[in-house]
C-alpha cells in the first residue's frame, strides 16, 4: 500500500489551498479515508475523514472551512482548505486503515503566514 500527498505550500491567511493523494495497493473504493495534521511540538491530530460510501466528518477547527472528497475512479483523496488561518500550520498527512494496519502519506507542509 502507497500513499502519496502533495500539494502544499506557502499562503497567506484567508487564502486556499487543494491537498492530494494518491493511494495504490488497496481496492481503494472499499477503504475510508483521512486527513491528518502535525504542529511542531504537538501529536498527529484528525482533520477530516471520508466513509467508502461518501460519509465525511471534521474536526470542529476546520467545519465550514474544509472539504474532504474522493474520486474512487482515479484513487485519489482531495482535501480543500479555505480561509486558512495560522494555526492551520502543519504537516498534513492523507491515511487509511486496512484490518488493524494503518498506512501514512509522506506529509505535505502547509505554512500560512504573512
Known amino acids: 500500500v502507497q500513499l502519496v500527498d502533495s500539494g502544499g505550500g506557502l499562503v497567506q491567511p484567508g487564502g486556499s489551498l487543494r491537498l492530494s493523494c494518491r493511494v495504490t495497493g488497496i481496492i481503494f473504493r472499499k477503504y475510508p479515508m483521512g486527513w491528518f495534521r502535525q504542529a511542531p511540538g504537538t501529536q498527529r491530530d484528525l482533520v477530516a475523514t471520508?466513509?467508502?460510501?461518501?460519509?465525511?466528518n471534521y474536526t470542529d477547527s476546520v467545519k465550514g472551512r474544509f472539504t474532504i472528497s474522493r474520486v474512487n475512479t482515479e484513487n485519489m483523496v482531495y482535501l480543500q482548505m479555505d480561509n486558512l488561518k495560522p494555526e492551520d500550520t502543519a504537516v498534513h498527512y492523507c491515511?487509511?486503515?486496512?484490518?488493524?494496519?494503518?498506512?501514512w502519506g509522506q506529509g505535505t507542509q502547509v505554512t500560512v503566514a504573512s
Open positions: 471520508i466513509s467508502s460510501s461518501g460519509t465525511t
Open positions: 491515511n487509511t486503515k486496512r484490518g488493524p494496519l494503518s498506512f
